[in-house]
Every structure is written in structure tokens, then in C-alpha cells.
């Protein structure tokens, strides 16, 4: 309530007598710290969800623009986008905060590249609702797959259907460690 009212220019004995019980104990001197530090925070972070918004609303509006689009380049795209912004954050802010996050809390690390994980199963999924769409095509033009066709259509090329059940995941590296998504 405070920020709106510092939003609105309001003099801070009128914030004061505004908030009343409230606000007991708020004196001027401690809305100028606040001003300085709180305040400074929700601006930015307003900002930021500005910025979102704003990156949102143009994505829709491209969206729109080029119609009917194959949504799996969509999510490969924002993938991409994605991992960049990791990198990218990486880099502004030095390898050196990331072995600090390692010390402090290395959990985080395991978040980090879970949540990379995570973002691999709805391109799997799409990939396997366009093979099947395709193949229940094929099927209604005659081309007439025959079940055992048509599993192995729907898991790929070079992929046997047992092994498109498998759990996704990803490897990281040459080791033996795997994250299941």
C-alpha cells in the first residue's frame, strides 16, 4: 500500500495519516530508507514484469502473424531462448557466482538442470502427437499402415516402440548420471 501511495506522489505525512494503526511507528525517516531501498525493489521488479509482459504480447502478436506454424519450432525456440538467458546470466554475472552457488546450496545446481530436463518432455510430447496425427492421416488417405506399421511410425524413425516408452531424460555428459523428467 505503501509503494501505491509513493506511486501516486503523495507526501509522506499523508501516507503517515493514511495508513493510521496501520502504520504506527512510520515516521518520514523510515519512508525515506524505504524509498531508497523497498521502493527501488518493486519498481524493478515492476519493471521486469513490464518487460514481460511486453516480450509476451510480442510473441502472441507473432504468433498471429504467421498462422498456422509447426508449434514444436515454437518450443524448440523458446528452448533456445531459454538457454541463453542461462548462459547469458552465467556470463553478467561470472562463473565465480555460480561456484558460490555450488558452495552455498547445491541443491540448486540439481534445480538448475532439472528444470532443463524438464523442458526436453513437451517437445518429446509434441513430436509424438505430430507422428501420430501424420500416421492417423496416412491411415484415413489409404495408405493403410498396418498396426505393427503404425507403432513403429508413431515412434520414429529408427526407434523401436519399446524404446520410445522409455522415461525421457537427459544425460549429462559422457557420465552415467541421468535425470528422468
Known sequence: MINLMLDDGLPYHIIIDELAETGRGLTPQSLTKWLQSGYEDYLKNREN???????????????????????????????????????NAIEEYGDEALRKMLQTKPTSWLSLVNTLCNTVQPIINLENHRLAAESKAAATSGAGLSPSNSAAAASGPGVSPAKSAAPAGCVLGDSLVRVHC
Open 49 to 87: 514484469i513490464e518487460e514481460a509482459r511486453t516480450q509476451a504480447e510480442f510473441a502472441a502478436d507473432l504468433l498471429r502473424e504467421l498462422g498456422e506454424i509447426d508449434l514444436s519450432a515454437v518450443h524448440r525456440a523458446c528452448l533456445m531462448v531459454a538457454s541463453l538467458q542461462i548462459f
